[in-house]
């Protein structure tokens, strides 16, 4: 049986998005013979998910809770995708977040939206951007670390970062990954 990554939205993101995502990855992925579903119902923030008085999300705590609702084997990966800001541990904005050989991933759109080099929203670009970012943090749940190869598993601090970073995984963590994917299935 095939690995599979469950792109699961949490409250409200556009499905252009979710169709396109689901197709970059299976693209990028069908080399490990991952297949991508999108999980139909989202996931409804739950009241101490948000943080009023900051206006941001608590992403640590959502990535616990889909952890822990995502009653799948261990080898399925979940994805969760939020069109709003979120923020970790150290209080600090962030792309996404996930743990190290886990099961699931968490990725925000929102900041991949911004700053757009040519000063208008470039659909493209952006879309680009979410790819990278959902690529990298599912790289970690496979057991992959921060790479400083020209690599997608490279940090990326800003969206500067996001772009210089190419979508395809180094050679180095190419091979780790299929061992990994290899040893899960
Ligand atoms: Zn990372
Ligand atoms: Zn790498």
Known sequence: M????FIQKIGEVDTSILIRLKKNLSWLFKKF???VEIIPNAYSIQGDEYLEAERH???ELILN????NFKSTIKNK??????ADIKGIRKIHLFGLSN???SCALISIDR???SFCNGYEDQALFELRILKEATHELGHTFGLDHCTNECVMKYSNNLEDVDKKPKDFC??????LKKSIKTRN
Request: hydrophobic share 45%; charged share 25%.
């Open 33 to 35: 013979a991952l297949k």
């Open 57 to 59: 999300y608590d992403g």
């Open 100 to 102: 190290l050989r886990s």
């Open 112 to 114: 991949l939206r911004g």
């Open 2 to 5: 095939k690995t599979v990554v």
């Open 65 to 68: 809770r889909l952890e822990n």
């Open 171 to 176: 050679q180095v963590c190419f091979q780790a």
């Open 78 to 83: 979940l994805l969760g995708i939020i069109d």
